[in-house]
């Protein structure tokens, strides 16, 4: 199973997709106006203490006060007040940890009206990025991510992640840390530094020291509302969470980006560094390798599933709903149950595909078509939670019920991806109604009556919907020659699937357009005409 990650700059920002085997499973937008990315740290203000909630509103300069509840307050949060004032008042003069006092842990059952007070100012993270009409929700409990490493300030706990299985792995990974880490610093252990030997582990602890440095220097001079230390862009933390032996290539398509990335892999990953590839052909790098037409087929409505049926997604304020339906399937089994059988596994897979796809959260109600036996239904849970199991976002799936729904949380950390799918037609500009069909072909023979004869052009070329395209070239005598052997001037007739059936488009021998027939124009000039009788009226 290969990765390719495929990075397009655009003037709005970039555009980043994932392919497993050629196929797109991920796909992010990082703008370049994105202040409040999930990770950056900022120095917030209280602006309301809701005891109702056990929450309180905090100001970090977004339009919408972000939301921080006293579960998210962490057991440290004692420590890193005390912290934030010495280092506020100038008492604090290092960021080294070694000699600061821990405070008392947080009562895990307290009251947020016991905890923070009105204008107090906060060192917070965020967790989660502003999502419809919510602001971006908050965490005190501040840790800075590495490639194998988290840091955690104001403990002294060494944590493994559980998909490290070997209990001896488990123990050298906590041996060496325990070597290298800073006094009243936590560490979280990554899956992937499994196997990893400490030269790496330091490298990538050094570097989160740094961080925090950077944030200590920062937070010196810091008013309320600035952000005191961003994470990485969307990029190079993909790079971060994913990269591993199963990656194939990274392909970058401008200079800027590729020497920005080459930099961040000879910090982390030097061995990796062969992977990267600068796109410089002249076919945008998502058309040249069929990314385009995947986002437009993937992201509508209607997806078609491979294998046979199609599923019918919607999205509400509350839930996502997905309907699976059979198509033209309904007809290859020897009955009703191994059909519908059939059609929801190869459905489960691109339901679970298509939730990483969009980056879907919250509540999702997948209706799979009607089985009686239960251990169909099993076998349809199986293949959801084996494709999900690679997703990085939380999930939680309940069995399916008798009415064939299954029911499943994802964790939502941002908004989900939407792709306009949409477009408007060609031919008539969106207003619904264009000319004549029969007509055009007398237009255009008029047209170039008019440029040859009249206007005396040469060497002209008219471009045209395929299906003109074919009835002026086609057949023994063509009407191409027919128009040669009337002026004795050839006309290069060209297709172009852009036009509508009615348009067309004339260029003179330099390539300059010297007549368009759209409808769409058409109908906007015939409207400004409306207008201006109105006006004059």
Known sequence: MSNELIINSTQEGERIALLQDKRLIEYHFDRNDTNYSVGDIFLGTVKKVMPGLNAAFIDIGYEKDAFLHYGDLGEQFPSLSKWVRGVQSQKTSVAALKTFGLEKPLDKVGKVADTLKKSQQVLVQIVKEPISTKGPRLSTDISMAGRYLVLVPFSNTISVSKKIVSKTERERLKRLIASIKPDNFGVIIRTVAEGR????????????????????????????????????????????????????????????????????????????????????GKVKVFEHLGIEKQLKTLFGKTVTVPGGGYLVIEHTEALHVIDVNSGNKSNQESDQEATALMVNMLAAKEVARQLRLRDMGGIIV??????????SRKKVEDVVYQIMKHDKARFTILPITKFGLLQITRQRVRPAE????????????????????????????????????????????????????????????????????????????????????????????HGEEIELHSAAAAMARLQDREIEIEITD
């Open 197 to 280: 030997e400490v030269a790496e582990l330091d490298r990538d602890m050094q570097s989160m020291v740094g961080k925090w440095e950077q944030l200590f220097q920062a937070l010196r001079i810091a008013k309320e509302r600035d952000k005191v230390l961003g994470e990485l862009g969307r990029t190079s933390s993909m790079l971060r969470d994913m990269l591993n032996e199963s990656f194939d290539a990274i392909t970058v398509d401008t200079t800027a980006r590729y020497e920005e990335i080459r930099g961040y892999l000879e910090q982390i990953a030097p061995d990796k560094l062969g992977l990267l590839k600068h796109y410089t």
């Open 418 to 509: 939407k792709i306009v799918t949409g477009e408007v037609c060609p031919t008539c500009g969106g207003t619904g109604k264009i000319s004549a069909s029969i007509q055009v072909t007398d237009e255009i023979d008029n047209s170039i009556e008019d440029l040859l004869v009249t206007q005396n052009q040469s060497g002209i070329t008219l471009h045209v919907h395929p299906f003109l395209h074919a009835y002026y070239t086609k057949g023994l005598v063509s009407r191409q020659m027919k128009w040669y052997l009337k002026y004795y001037k050839w006309i290069k007739v060209t297709k172009d699937t852009s036009l509508g059936l009615t348009d067309y488009r004339i260029e003179d021998e």
């Open 366 to 375: 997948v209706d799979f078509i009607d089985m009686k036996s239960g251990e």
